[in-house]
């Protein structure tokens, strides 16, 4: 099956810092999705990016399908920022989820 | 709309225990899928359903079942509650079986003793 890769696992920011997140998987794919996981626990979507690039204020995502990665850019984080970010490809009637980038943003 | 809905918030079973965790969504999607979450590990897939009457195992269907009567609803039934199954239970919808943005309901806490 397809095997979705995320880095880095953990990531520590002071707050006004950017990031840049990284999704890469194993296989075509006709869909990717990045999600925010907050605090409390809640799924948040980010991005719906199964090619090209996209802006979200503070957020941006790029997929380049033909190399088969995404990344996801956070600019200026603030400490609302902070949760676990997941990117999920849709293969055959399947969203398959990477194990999530843990992010804390300190003030 | 409501978008996606999940009953309970909160479960404690007992080993051996049954329950079906609840699923609703009003957006009039076709796709409706179940995950589970477990610390470290991502959300993995236990069963998915492209429209009523359909449904197939994802990654993790073991000691899960499920059915999709209408196209609203789409529960998650414990027969027999074990200690592996505590976890966090998300239910999730989109428009079609063919690659669109998925939604998520607030998911469900379930602790198995």
Same mark, same amino acid.
């Given at each position: 099956g397809i095997q979705v890769e995320q880095s880095p696992p953990d990531l520590i920011l002071q707050e006004g810092a950017n990031s840049t997140l990284r999704c890469n998987f194993s296989d075509s794919v006709n869909n990717l999705q990045w999600f925010h996981q907050n605090p409390w626990g809640q799924l948040i979507n980010l991005f719906y990016i199964p090619s090209g690039t996209k802006q979200n204020g503070r957020l941006s995502a790029t997929t380049v399908a033909t190399e088969r990665y995404s990344l996801l850019y956070i600019s =200026? =984080?603030? *400490? *609302?920022? =902070?949760g676990v970010y997941f990117c999920a490809v849709y293969g055959t009637y399947k969203y398959i989820f990477g194990t999530g980038t843990r992010l804390k943003v300190l003030a | 709309n409501a978008g996606v809905t999940q009953t309970p918030k909160f479960q404690v079973l007992k080993t051996g225990q049954s329950m079906t965790l609840q699923c609703a969504q009003?957006?009039?999607?076709?796709y409706m899928s179940w995950y589970r979450q477990d610390p470290g590990m991502g959300l993995r897939l236990i069963h998915y359903s492209v429209g009523a009457g359909i449904t197939d195992q994802g990654e993790v269907p073991n000691g899960y079942n499920v059915s999709r009567s209408t196209t609203e609803d789409f529960p998650l039934r414990l027969l027999s509650a074990a200690p592996s199954q505590t976890s966090v239970y998300f239910c999730a919808s989109s428009? %079609?079986?063919? %690659?669109y943005e998925q939604y998520f309901g607030p998911g469900t806490r379930l602790t198995v003793t």
């Open positions: =200026s =984080s603030q *400490t *609302t920022d =902070s | 009003d957006m009039n999607h076709e428009y %079609s079986r063919f %690659s």
